[in-house]
């Protein structure tokens, strides 16, 4: 059974940085697409950072470019976003997606 294990989600005050962490269980991270999305409260779920199963093409939501960063590390079988510059319009429950299912979530709270 393949699962999906998110951590590093936190309170940080704006300016600051955090790494998520998304952890594949049942199947290597090199087998599939694997995404971060996030959910404020209210509001839909939306897209922020993908990337290519073979460690190809990233992509990015236009609101995290040049801020977040998607990388894997292969041999720990996990997914990392880097977020940088963090603003108060980044808190959301954080969640990674990949193999068709979805993890727990994270929540990420950016506040002074």
């Known amino acids: 059974q393949v699962q999906l294990t998110e951590s590093g989600g936190g309170l940080v005050q704006p300016g600051g940085s955090l790494r998520l962490s998304c952890t594949a269980s049942g199947r290597p991270v090199s087998s599939s697409n694997m995404g971060w999305f996030r959910q404020a409260p209210g509001k839909e779920r939306e897209f922020v950072a993908a990337t290519q199963w073979n460690g190809g093409d990233t992509l990015y939501a236009d609101s995290v470019k040049g801020r977040f960063t998607i990388s894997r590390d292969v041999a720990k079988n996990t997914v990392y976003l880097q977020m940088n510059s963090l603003k108060a319009e980044d808190t959301a429950v954080y969640y990674c997606?990949?193999?068709?299912?979805w993890g727990q979530g994270t929540q990420v709270t950016v506040s002074s």
């Open positions: 997606t990949a193999y068709g299912i």
